[in-house]
């Protein structure tokens, strides 16, 4: 690539970072050439960039409906360069820049095309054949909802998103909405979303070729189930289409805040979603079962020592109160067992579900067969062509992340990047590869390596390095 094709490329990458953080990461390769590069090919604001990536998103999704018999990925990318360079806009892209945006999308295999253009037909049992986890659906369920919910909030947005999963997928399936913004490219934000309101500036819902599959899979599915007062009336406008169109309506849409002030959104937290099970409570219920029934054996014993002069009869009425609580206890220990041993086979089908569906993913059709090719490549047998080993690196990824939301994470660090943070921030944020010899409140750090999150969740922090401040600098 080009300077030129490499700062539009940059700007796609980080469309969501603000410009200072641009020109900051920018400078760090263009010095100071760096504003000039970004004016000259019209992204220099954070608008500009916002433009170009959802504009770009919307044409490739278009492309990818309008097209659905185009499997081979040159083809598609070929298709989405030339219709772009058709637009008025001052960006021209190339092959390059087109296979590496469409490579950030949810949208980059085959099979994922799939799934979104059976949703774009209202069809989502078509797609859960191709993905049947809720990742594209959640997605673009809240790019359709922040198109017609005034004033951005997302917490309204969230509830809908939720109330429309949970028509489709059991509670063993299902993950909050809110674990999905990041990848519809929104952040999580009290009162106006300032991305959300952005993405309105220049999308409207009649601009996205999926908005009447959603409306036909919300309808649909609102006949046989109960929705609540809030979808209730996003229903009822949805009904006025037909009179006065889907982009009116939009504009119009407004809801009470007395139903948005009642709802009861309860996923507002990160990682209340996890598969994980917790057998604590079991396994507690059963040690204080057999705590009582400890100190009621000792209790009788005691009793019985003294009160043996007390005569037979006494003895007899105390042996057998001692059986019946022995027999109580007995059957609750065995229910108990039971219900641990119910628990963990629950636990192991869960997690071989999951195991299982990551396999296909990577080793079945569905990954083009992926895991085959890399273990030939494990064993010296290489491709000609050393693109195709980046492809395939990049194709394992994205699998990755469709199937079991692995991301990378890195805090919005650049690897090598140089920056301060302090002492609270390193511990909390970052792992470091050695202690830390500054005494100072504020450290000097290098990125060295990627952390790793689950949906959303993080499970690996980023590895940093300390730096030592040159003579000079501020410590």
Not at 89 to 104: G, H, I, V
Not at 200 to 226: T, W, Y
Request: aromatic residues 8%; negative net charge; proline residues 2%.
């Amino acid at each position: 690539m080009n300077t030129i094709e490499r700062v539009i490329d940059f700007s796609l990458k980080n469309y969501g970072k603000g410009s200072e953080k641009i020109l900051e990461l920018l400078a760090q390769e263009f010095g100071e050439e760096t504003e000039s590069l970004l004016r000259k090919v019209s992204l220099y604001s954070f608008d500009k960039r916002n433009n170009l990536y959802w504009k770009l998103q919307i044409l490739c999704e278009k492309t990818i409906f309008e097209n659905p018999q185009i499997e081979n990925e040159d083809t598609l990318i070929s298709l989405i360069k030339t219709e772009w360079n058709k637009l008025d806009e001052p960006q021209k892209l190339t092959m390059d820049l087109c296979a590496n945006f469409l490579s950030l999308t949810k949208l980059k295999y085959n099979h994922a095309r799939k799934a979104f253009i059976y949703i774009c037909q209202g069809d989502l049992e078509g797609s859960k054949l191709f993905i049947p986890d809720q990742r594209i659906l959640t997605e673009l369920l809240i790019r359709y909802f922040v198109c017609f919910l005034e004033g951005e909030n997302d917490i309204q947005i969230l509830s809908l998103v939720d109330e429309v999963i949970s028509w489709h997928y059991t509670v063993e399936e299902t993950k909050p909405a809110q674990q999905y913004l990041l990848g519809a490219g929104f952040r999580l934000k009290k009162g106006k979303n300032g991305r959300m309101a952005a993405y309105k500036k220049i999308i409207n819902v009649d601009g996205l070729c999926f908005a009447e599959g959603l409306e036909k899979i919300i309808l649909e599915s609102s006949k046989h189930c109960k929705p609540s007062e809030l979808m209730k009336v996003f229903i009822d406008n949805l009904h006025g289409y037909s009179e006065q169109g889907i982009t009116q309506t939009a504009k119009n849409l407004k809801i009470d805040k007395g139903i948005t002030d009642s709802l009861p959104y309860s996923q507002t937290l990160i990682g209340n979603s996890d598969e994980t099970i917790d057998l604590m409570g079991a396994t507690s219920e059963q040690e204080t079962v057999e705590k009582d029934l400890n100190q009621a054996l000792s209790s009788i014993h005691r009793a019985m020592e003294k009160m043996k002069s007390g005569g037979n009869l006494l003895l007899t009425v105390l042996e057998e109160e001692y059986s019946n609580k022995l027999e109580i206890a007995e059957d609750e220990l065995k229910r108990l067992n039971m219900a641990l041993e119910q628990e963990k086979e629950r636990v192991r089908q869960t997690e071989e579900k999951v195991l299982s569906n990551l396999l296909k993913a990577l080793g079945g059709s569905r990954g083009d067969y992926l895991l085959s090719d890399l273990f030939e490549e494990s064993q010296g047998i290489k491709p000609n062509n050393p693109n195709i080993s980046t492809g395939r690196l990049v194709n394992l990824f994205s699998n990755l992340n469709l199937t079991i939301g692995l991301e990378e994470f890195s805090n919005f660090k650049e690897i090598n990047e140089i920056f301060i943070v302090t002492r609270a921030e390193l511990i909390k944020n970052y792992e470091t590869n050695g202690p830390i010899s500054s005494d100072s409140d504020e450290i000097k750090v290098k990125l060295l390596k990627y952390g790793w999150m689950l949906n959303n969740r993080i499970i690996i922090p980023p590895l940093v390095t300390e730096m030592k401040f040159k003579d000079g600098e501020e410590n």
